[in-house]
């Protein structure tokens, strides 16, 4: 993946806080409250696409149980959901559709980048394959795994929780929608989707048809 | 336009076999590379259609047929019809680009005979430079229809005759080539942010395409605003793409 | 030409004054009795109605997408689009030594990964022109029931919630779970198992692993037959599939389905019948055939084939002979350990075949196999380099969906689900 050496910068960053930037006993107990309630009910909209998908299924299903962290009703509209899972190879045919559904999900939504593919384009380093999903859409956790086994979406999920946990009311910035650009639709600069995208690894030298 | 299907005596599995006496078919071992029996189909073709069958040979135990371009729907069409080949069942359609830049392109067609139990390669060799085009057997078999387009979508070939051929894995408006041909490259021929931008600009919202409302022949029954919006939205699609194809250029 | 409507409205029935949705209004009858009175239904005769389902919807398996014509709630026109999971697994293949494609064939149809693994290298055996040991054929035999069985159970039970029945989907997980402690066991990975090589298999089954298998064949048919209990003579299952979706056999045919599509409309083709591999020929099972080439034919051919996928594991577990598990062929197994670090002629073998990779003469194949799905097979094309000139695979998922469009006219949008969902669809599959 290389380092990154540009100047450019994401777009997605939290501005500095106004005013005073310690919290009082009282927001802080209200941030609690409303972490707790936040991580111990949420609903995911598996956005299942091919093998990792089969994997989440098997988290929901009867030996691995997903009702245990308060995730068992999965919500396949994205107006009702909080986490999207994005399970699965993303080509570039259904990069619209990952963003669309990013969209239609009310703030505040986080989301699990599931398997390798999701993550990086894993072993699918061709034409038809989307390089990591983070070029589309912002990723809270990323899974690694080739299918990453239930244990580690479930370790996944649980670190989701302590991120929401870690929260705070006052920063408004973590939850306000992406605007991507207008002309190239995307929402970090291309230069940096190109560093990102760039073959790493083994795939460097399996470029070649023959002999 | 299609076809009506063959009679034949039966199209169960092995029927036509069994009836001339023939032993059931068992997995083969140390099958030769070349040589060994051919199917019987092939004189018969070669009697039927003379210079149209170019050349045939057995490798790995299967036999392939080469046949004229513009003999192939005919010869589909007999071996299909013929009670005594009855391939009734399609199997692939497909091509094959080689590497060497000197061998011709080749169109494969896989055929099934149920009652024969019986497996047939035909080809047609397409020469480098000449157009690909060949004729659909979409009348025949109503399986060919999603795998001529998806030949269609990968290699560029053209099918002549086929009722709706257009892209199928790749969205309508995909600008860089089809991906199986030798000079494509692995990665595809624009940068990936320029791959992502084309992506991301696919319509969702318009969700239905012209080509699904088939309504060449409602569109006037349509009313008077929808026609409207669908001929902005129609024009801002070709915009936009003939847009992205000059970046795609200069990229 | 009736006119048509491309948006479905969305939204309440109405709302009153204050804004708030109406209920339907209360009527005293004659007798006395209070009724519920609907409210007139909208004026919508000889207009019809496309809606969109997927490609993100949970009943479409995956990221298929159907655009439905509709006349009330009868399906007029169906238009499918593919695609979206389209991952360049043909193309990919021709930068790829044959060994090194083993791992694409697991994430193609990933429900049936080991049996893609052995299809495709009994593709890439033959166009080496090898033959494998006795051994490997067995232990072959075992790994594609097992992953035949795999994938029926996920079908069952996607299927069971589609139409409705959650409980069959978490008693059958069950079993898959059993299955994939199995795998795990062999090969070390769930679900892409990579478990074959050309010329045998990536590893030898560990001591006890047969004891394990031989429970599961033991305790497997028990939930099956509980499941099927639950389904086959139930009320609503039977009125939601019986007499959907029906093709006739030559319809079928020439549509080019396969595995238990066409053999629930009534036509026995079974790869491992009609173009034998692995030695099937020699096991004793049954093809199971329906009759009516419904949903409902589908399902009893289906759950019949998983109880024919146990006779064949009972008789491959009798059988398995002891002896090597490789073929002794240098051209493409591996020299041992020991022999490449300490010989020069078996340190130079590995190295050419680590990387260049073994080279098959000129030449094609195609190779069938009765996937879950149905027909599947490799069609390779080589060169005389490492890599194949040319990997394409018969996509049998591919070929059954495209059945759809006539499979659905004339029946309503409810039964749409249940015929997508009896196909048996795998997108990585069918876009591959």
Known sequence: MGLITTGERTIVRAPEP??????????????????????????????????????????????????????????????????????GRVPYKLAPVLRRIYQQMPQPKWVISMGACASSGGMFDNYAVVQGIDTIIPVDVYVPGCPPRPEALMYAILMLHKKVQTERLRDGARHTEIEPDPQSHLYIPPSRIDELSEPFGNSVHQTRSAP | MTRPLPSYPSTRPGSAREAAGEPAPITPHHVAHRGGAENPSVAALRE???????????????????????????????????????????????AVEYRDAEQPMELVWHLRSLPWQRFLRLKVEIPKGEPLVAPSITDLYASADWLERECF?????TFTGHPDLRRILMWDTYREGHP???????????????????????????????????????????????????????????????????????? | MSRRTIEMAVGTSGVDQFGRPMRAPLAVRGNGALVLEAPPEPELEGDHMLINIGPQ??????????????????????????????????????????NQIIPWTDREDYLNSIGNNVAFVLGCERLFGIQITPRCTVLRVIAMEMSRIMSHLVWMGTTCIDIGAFTPFLWLYQERENLYNLLEGWVGARLTTSATRVGGMAAEVPDGWMDGLKAFIRGFPKTLDEADRMLARNGIWMGRTVGIGALSADEAINYG???????????????????????????????????????????????????????????????????????????????????????????????KLVMEGPRPPIGEVYVPVESPKGEKGYYLVSDGTSKPVRWRIRPPAFVNLSAIPRMVEGHLLSDVIAINASIDIVMGEIDR
């Not at chain 1, 091919?50 to 308060?70: H, K, N, P, Q, V």
């Not at chain 2, 979508?153 to 070939?157: A, H, K, R």
């Not at chain 2, 409602?218 to 001929?231: S, V």
Request: hydrophobic letters at 40%; aromatic letters at 10%.
């Open chain 3, 57 to 98: 919807h949970p009943a479409t398996h995956g990221v298929l997408r159907l655009v439905l014509e509709l006349d009330g709630e009868t399906v007029v026109r169906c238009v499918p689009h593919i695609g979206y999971l389209h991952c360049g697994f043909e193309k990919i293949g021709e930068y790829r030594q044959y």
């Open chain 3, 257 to 351: 389905l396969s595995g238990a599509m066409l053999r629930a409309s009534g036509v026995a083709y079974d790869v491992r019948k009609d173009v034998p591999y692995l030695d099937y020929e020699t096991y004793d099972f049954d093809v199971p055939v329906g009759t009516q080439g419904d949903v409902y034919d589908r399902y009893l051919v289906r759950v019949e084939e998983m109880r024919q996928s146990i006779r064949i594991l009972e008789q491959a577990v009798q059988r398995l002979p002891d002896g090597p598990l490789n073929v002794d062929d240098p051209r493409v197994i591996l020299p041992p350990k020991t022999r490449a670090t300490s010989q020069m002629e078996s340190m130079i073998h590995h190295f």
């Open chain 2, 48 to 94: 039927r259609f003379g210079a149209a069958i170019v050349r045939a040979h057995v490798m790995w135990g299967e036999t392939t047929v080469i046949v004229a371009a513009d003999a192939i729907h005919d010869v589909i069409a007999f071996l299909r019809d013929e009670p005594a080949h009855a391939y009734n069942y399609l199997v692939d359609v497909t």
């Open chain 1, 18 to 87: 106004t005013g005073s930037t310690q919290d009082s006993w009282v927001t802080s107990r209200l941030d609690f409250l409303v972490n707790w309630a936040r991580s111990s009910s949420m609903w995911p909209m598996p956005f299942g696409t091919a093998c990792c998908a089969i994997e989440f299924m098997a988290t929901a299903a009867s030996r691995y149980d997903l009702a245990r962290f308060g995730m068992e009703r999965l919500s396949f509209s994205p107006r009702q959901a909080d986490v999207l899972i994005c399970a």
């Open chain 2, 180 to 251: 199986l041909r030798k000079d494509f490259p692995l990665r595809g021929r624009f940068s990936r942010s320029e791959q992502l931008t084309q992506a991301l600009s696919i319509d969702t919202v318009g969700r239905y395409s012209m080509t699904e409302l088939t309504i060449a022949e409602a569109f006037d029954d349509l009313p008077a605003d929808m026609r409207e919006r669908l001929a902005e939205r129609r024009a801002a699609e070709l915009a936009r793409s003939m847009r992205t194809l000059d970046a795609g250029d200069d990229a």
């Open chain 2, 153 to 157: 979508d990968m290699f560029g070939v």
